[in-house]
């Protein structure tokens, strides 16, 4: 058996970490998931109806056309030795009891905000909090939403200092690269000090 040079370098297989992306309707949770995986994102979605509309609100988000129904799916490799996967959670109420299912096993979140809609993800960040689980909060920097500095999103939100805030851009693979960094950092300090 002959083994290819690429699989000498390391014999030990990856250690592979799940995360969940959580946030309002129209955040950018499938755009982020969309930007950094390495396979084509597993998403479901529907055109939204008029039926839908009453519970799918789109103030705001005029623009949208479709809902995630299920989730968004998606891998990224991190370094050689580290895999995320990303699941997406359903951004509507009507969804929560899905929640309980993809927390588990998870290392952390994050939860995107959008700050011309920010109460739309507090019902995340509380779902995280009360469970104990670590999440990164990003805001999505849509062009011509006001930007506020990271205090202010902070007070807004109530969240504890030990939270980080990062700003992102959810369409930019860096740019969430570095949300997923802050997470898995986040969440290993945390678990080290828990
Ligand atoms: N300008 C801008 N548009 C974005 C950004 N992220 C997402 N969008 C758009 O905002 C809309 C909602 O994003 P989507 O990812 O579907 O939100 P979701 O409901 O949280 O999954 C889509 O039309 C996206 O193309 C962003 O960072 N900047
Ligand atoms: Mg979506």
Known sequence: MSVRSEHTRSTARPVALKLLVAGGFGAGKTTLVGSVSEIKPLRTEELLTEAG????????????????????????????????????????????????????????????????????????????????IAFTLAVNCFEGADRYPEEDVRDALDLDPGVPVVMCDARERESVKDVLVSVVEHAIATGAAG
């Open 53 to 132: 509309r009453p519970v799918d609100d789109t103030s705001g988000v005029e623009g949208k056309r479709t809902t995630t129904v299920a989730m968004d799916f998606g891998r990224i490799t991190l370094r050689d030795d580290l895999v995320l996967y990303l699941f997406g959670t359903p951004g509507q109420d009507r969804f929560w009891f899905l929640w309980d299912e993809l927390a588990r096993g998870t290392l952390g979140a994050v939860v995107l905000a959008d700050t011309r809609r920010l109460a739309d993800c507090f019902a995340a960040v509380d779902y995280f909090e009360r469970r104990g």
